[in-house]
C-alpha cells in the first residue's frame, strides 16, 4: 500500500469538511449533504479501485 493513498484520502476528507461547515453555516443544509455523500462515493472508488489491483496481484502471484 502506497502513502500517497492515505494522503489522498486524507486531502478529500479535510476538502470535504470545510465544504459541509461553510455550506452548513450558510444554511444550505441540503448541499451540505450532498457535498458528504458525494466525497464518501469518491473515497470509496478509490478503495475498489485499489482492491480491484490487490486482487489482480493476488491471482497473477498464484496463478502457475
Do not use: P, Y
Not at 494522503?7 to 461553510?22: D, H, T
Amino acid at each position: 500500500m502506497d502513502i500517497d493513498l492515505i494522503f489522498k484520502i486524507a486531502a478529500i476528507g479535510i476538502i470535504v469538511a470545510v465544504l459541509n461547515q461553510l455550506l452548513i453555516r450558510s444554511g444550505r443544509e441540503e448541499q451540505a449533504l450532498m457535498t458528504t455523500l458525494a466525497g464518501l462515493v469518491v473515497v470509496l472508488m478509490i478503495l475498489v479501485q485499489e482492491i480491484s489491483n490487490l486482487f489482480s496481484l493476488i491471482k497473477t502471484l498464484f496463478q502457475f
